[in-house]
């Protein structure tokens, strides 16, 4: 019984429309989630499990990590205008609500600085729980 309860809850409430949503964004992964997938699903690497198009409240995060309550998003050029920075930043406002910490990075960040990225949130992962 108490895993349906913490299963449901790394959802926080999210509705039928954001479930399938993500669904859909799933399937179609940009290339630059697609190359950051390919680490964050290596467990060998982070040590902990993200899930990729994860539904939170009307959110969906690129990648998360309930068990640090840690998102990773990747944002590309559209997410570069004054408008979508604001929307961002409300985002990261109503997701902080939950305790979840957000980390941000660019398609370039990721096609060019992969393993710094890598390292980044490596950091991060140990300040949030020191192995």
Same mark, same amino acid.
């Given at each position: @019984?108490?895993? =349906?309860?913490? !299963? ?7 509705? =039928?429309?954001?479930?399938? @949503?993500? +669904? ?8 630059? /989630?697609? #190359?950051?997938?390919? =680490? ?10 993200? =899930?990729?198009? +994860? ?10 990590? +309930?068990?640090?309550?840690?998102? $990773? !998003?990747?944002?590309? /050029?559209? +997410?570069?205008?004054? /408008?979508?920075? /604001? ?8 997701? !902080? ?18 393993? !710094?990225?890598?390292?980044? $949130?490596?950091? #991060? #992962?140990?300040? $949030?729980?020191?192995?």
């Amino acid at each position: @019984m108490k895993s =349906r309860v913490i !299963e449901r809850n790394m959802f926080y409430a999210a509705s =039928r429309n954001t479930f399938e @949503m993500a +669904h859909a964004l799933r399937k179609n992964m940009t290339d630059a /989630e697609k #190359i950051l997938w390919k =680490r964050l699903k290596d467990k060998r690497i982070f040590k902990v499990k993200f =899930r990729r198009q +994860h539904p939170v409240d009307i959110f969906v995060l690129d990648f998360y990590c +309930h068990e640090l309550k840690l998102a $990773i !998003e990747v944002d590309g /050029e559209i +997410h570069l205008s004054t /408008e979508a920075r /604001e929307y961002d930043e409300g985002r990261t406002y109503e997701l !902080e609500k939950y305790g979840i910490k957000i980390l941000r990075f660019t398609n370039e960040q990721i096609f060019e600085n992969l393993d !710094e990225v890598q390292v980044y $949130i490596l950091k #991060i #992962i140990n300040d $949030i729980a020191p192995l």
